[in-house]
């Protein structure tokens, strides 16, 4: 048994350092000179050189791409969370002919890519008049995360005893009012949970806000540092900083709901 254990750490520790280790080196990196770079390319700065970091931080595009980024992602989080939410009450609670055909249409929508919708996508963004627009983002992204979203908070929904919710329907509470007032409070890590995979998939995604600003005064964060190495392609140091810089806000996101995390995951796997 304790080798087993002995094992699985092993295989953790290693999984972590093929995470770890990148982003330390471009952490370390971002504080050296291309030079640096060139001779030292693993050891530590020397001198340490903090110009990278202030010359990203002093560039107005950079904050406006940041500022993009999270706007972005956190209207096309509320709007999937919301829409979603109420949809998996629907499908958790309520039993009608052709709910679980319903459910099997969405978790079919998880094998549907993306890259493959791009063109009509953009045919209809063009249509509707929404290029240009971060709506044309937050609209798509949102819709091609609600399969997810819904398959976890169903899953949650359904854990609910029923009990619960005959008690406040003897007590005057309404189907909405019980789903508000009870259930919503009650699915704070499932909530947690999807709340964080929309917020990163929004701001990792780089080929919907490609096709859909051509304005640079929308563009974010992924698309800033495509259009930043362009300019700076010889500066590696700087890029890295950039990079670094660029990482910050999501992964603060993430470490703050990381608790939620998995046990939003896990919340109703018992009773699916």
Known sequence: MKSRHLSLQLIAVVVGAFVAVPIIYAVIGGFKDTSQLS??????????????????????????????????????TALLVGVSALAAFVLARFTFRGREAIFTLFAVGLMFPFTVAILPLFVMLRTLGLLDSPWGVIFVQAAFGIPVTIIILRGFFRSIPNEIEEAATLDGCTSFAFFWRILLPMARPALATVSVLAVVASWNNFLLPLVVFTDPEWWTIPLGV??????????????????????????????????????????GAMKG
Not at 54 to 67: E, H, I, P
Not at 245 to 265: D, K, N, T, W
Request: proline content about 5%; overall charge negative; hydrophobic content about 50%.
């Open 226 to 267: 495509q259009q930043f190495q362009g300019e700076h392609g010889a500066d590696t140091s700087r890029i890295m900083a950039y990079l670094v810089l660029a990482m910050v806000p999501a992964l603060a996101f993430y470490s703050l709901a990381e608790r939620h995390l998995i046990s939003g995951l896990t919340a």
């Open 39 to 76: 001779t030292n390319p693993f050891g530590l700065p020397a001198p340490w050189n903090a110009g990278n970091y202030a010359d990203v931080l002093g560039s107005a595009g950079f904050w406006r791409q940041l500022g993009n980024s999270i706007f972005i992602a956190l209207l096309t």
